[in-house]
């Protein structure tokens, strides 16, 4: 049988938070429309934070009321504190996503939060989202490397990561917000979130910073995880952290894993159509490699 590999779609949220142009609250469902014709089934549609601190997503909450659906596909919510899980709710996100930070000095400037605040909230904010009968994910955000305080202490990861198990999270992402691991430090974060949650689905977020996303997203798949973070175009980045640039790209991990003989469910012909037409709302070149080679074969 050939194994599936599930994608997380992150543009409309992680992709669109940081992007220079201002998109419509039209054009983000005409966006999130197309990812879902190239076959999307889970996707971050949005977050649920101040608009102060994020104004691309200040419309989240018209973007959750505009999706279709009578399509498959769940509509994850970002939240990072109770009044974000509130209104994520009642939004009638399909799933929540929380946002755990493993560094000090970017949990305070992204969400006033060091590690523990952050646990703490998750702890508070969880049976809110339990009890609304919500699937509970989270994100240990820089979980590879803080672009101020630099390494992260793989303890720090592990002790997040059991909190969260404790707190009723079922899948757990780790993060590498600012695009700094590499495969071997993928594989023995892994083994220690592992060791540390054992309940947890594991899901992994890469950003392409520095060159190593695709080969990080090869090396989690050796290692057991079936869920992988992306975006169309690889747009995307994090307000809070310099020089982060985009996840890596939906339609590059598609042609990677495809093949390589995993299935996952998406039209590469559409994702790259989607890109082409990303890049001209957007204004700007995106950084997929897929959109400028095409497939192969042909
Ligand atoms: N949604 C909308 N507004 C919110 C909010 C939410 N989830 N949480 C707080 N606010 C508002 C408060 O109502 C308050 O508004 P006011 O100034 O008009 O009274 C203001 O924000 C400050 O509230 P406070 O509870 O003190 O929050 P804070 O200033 O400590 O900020 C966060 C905490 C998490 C809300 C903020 O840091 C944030 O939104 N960060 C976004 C980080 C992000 O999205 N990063 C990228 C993805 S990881
Ligand atoms: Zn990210």
């Not at 104004?55 to 009578?70: H, I, L, Q, T």
């Not at 899948?171 to 220690?192: F, H, M, Q, S, Y």
């Not at 290692?223 to 590059?252: L, Q, R, W, Y």
Request: aromatic letters at 6%; proline letters at 5%; a negative charge.
């Amino acid at each position: 049988m050939t194994r599936r590999i599930d994608i997380v779609e992150v543009g409309p949220r992680d992709g669109l938070q940081n992007d220079p142009a201002n998109l419509t609250t039209e054009q983000k469902l005409e966006f999130i429309a197309r990812l879902e014709e190239a076959g999307v089934r889970r996707m971050e549609s949005g977050s649920f934070v101040s608009p102060k601190a994020v104004p691309k997503m200040a419309d989240s909450a018209a973007v959750f009321a505009g999706v279709d659906r009578s399509r498959p596909t769940r509509h994850i919510a970002l939240a990072l504190n109770e009044k974000g899980v509130r209104r994520a709710i009642d939004a009638k996100a399909d799933e929540i996503n929380f946002v755990l930070v493993a560094s000090e000095t970017f949990g305070m400037r992204n969400q006033g939060m060091t590690p523990q605040d952050s646990a703490d909230m998750l702890a508070q904010c969880a049976p809110l989202v339990l009890e609304a009968g919500i699937p509970l994910s989270a994100t240990i955000s820089v979980a590879f490397g803080d672009p101020y305080d630099g390494e992260v202490d793989i303890k720090v990861v592990g002790n997040l990561a059991a909190q969260a198990q404790r707190a009723g999270v079922g899948e757990l992402a780790l993060g590498d917000t600012i695009g700094v691991a590499d495969p071997w430090d993928v594989r023995k974060r892994i083994d220690r979130v592992r060791m540390e949650a054992p309940d947890v689905f594991l899901r992994m977020h890469f950003h392409d910073t520095r060159g190593a996303a695709l080969a990080n997203v090869a090396t989690a798949v050796e290692c057991g995880v079936d869920v992988i973070d992306a975006s169309c175009g690889g747009i995307g980045g994090c307000p809070f952290a310099p020089a982060a640039t985009g996840n890596v790209a939906t339609e590059d991990v598609v042609y990677m894993l495809e093949r390589g003989g995993f299935e996952t469910g998406l039209d590469l012909g559409k994702l790259i159509e989607t890109a082409h037409w990303l890049e001209k709302v957007l204004d700007h070149p995106i950084a997929s490699s897929l959109s400028k080679a095409g497939r192969f074969p042909a």
